[in-house]
């Protein structure tokens, strides 16, 4: 069984620590920073609009949305939805995290070629993530070898897209950075307290990206494409 497997556990622990030091470490963050009052007064959604306009890109909706940190940039409808903490705060973490959004518009308008394959990929990524474990598992049940390298080839599409998330998710904090300062958002000396969000949010998608090509090691051993073992 999975879970009596030695070497599943050997590639799955280092992958779920580095997740739970970096999600620990981004909300200690967001929450140290949410503290802070910037001293433009501007909350998170006005602070994505002024990016927005001062960058010349038009046609972006800002919506509020539900959930802790549920932040995120939706390239086909065109909306940057704000968690409640980001869009109603004037905080030094509330801005970081609303202009890193406002980034990824950027990266749309300017039609950023990571992000135009990171968007391509998120239907098989899906696919991947959903049904990889069950039909590689099940070929080795079964002593299906087809089945097995299916599973894989699922799964690799889902670690591409962890990969392909790194360069999307630093390019729209270095656009943030700069846009805050630039803009008048933060001034110099706050720009730093406001980029150290970003930098911890960063480190999930970088602890994502190891633990899913963890996995993948794990499936290329177990199936035997990888060091030769297969039992």
Request: charged fraction near 15%; aromatic fraction near 12%; include cysteine.
């Amino acid at each position: 069984m999975l879970y009596m497997d030695p070497l599943y556990w050997a590639f799955l622990l280092p992958g779920l620590f580095l997740a739970t030091i970096a999600t620990m470490y981004v909300k200690s963050t967001f929450a140290r920073y949410s503290k802070v009052r910037a001293r433009s007064g501007m909350t998170g959604a006005q602070a994505a609009q002024a990016m927005l306009e001062r960058s010349g890109v038009t046609g972006v909706r800002i919506e509020r949305a539900h959930g802790f940190l549920s932040d995120h940039y939706d390239p086909s409808d065109k909306v940057l939805r704000l968690s409640p903490d980001v869009y109603d705060r004037p905080s030094l973490s509330a801005i970081g995290v609303a202009c890193h959004e406002a980034g990824h518009a950027l990266q749309d308008a300017q039609e950023y070629y990571w992000l135009g394959l990171r968007t391509a990929l998120v239907p098989l990524a899906s696919i991947g993530s959903n049904f990889s474990y069950m039909v590689f598992f099940l070929g080795l049940f079964l002593g299906s070898m087809a089945m097995v390298k299916t599973g894989i080839v699922l799964f690799s599409a889902a670690v591409l897209f962890s990969i392909v998330t790194l360069p999307v998710e630093w390019n729209a904090s270095a656009r943030a950075k700069e846009a805050m300062v630039n803009c008048g958002i933060v001034g110099s000396s706050e720009a730093e307290a406001a980029g150290n969000v970003l930098n911890a949010a960063f480190l999930t998608y970088v602890a994502g990206a190891v633990s899913a090509i963890l996995t993948l090691l794990y499936f290329l051993m177990r199936a035997g494409l990888l060091g030769g073992r297969r039992d």
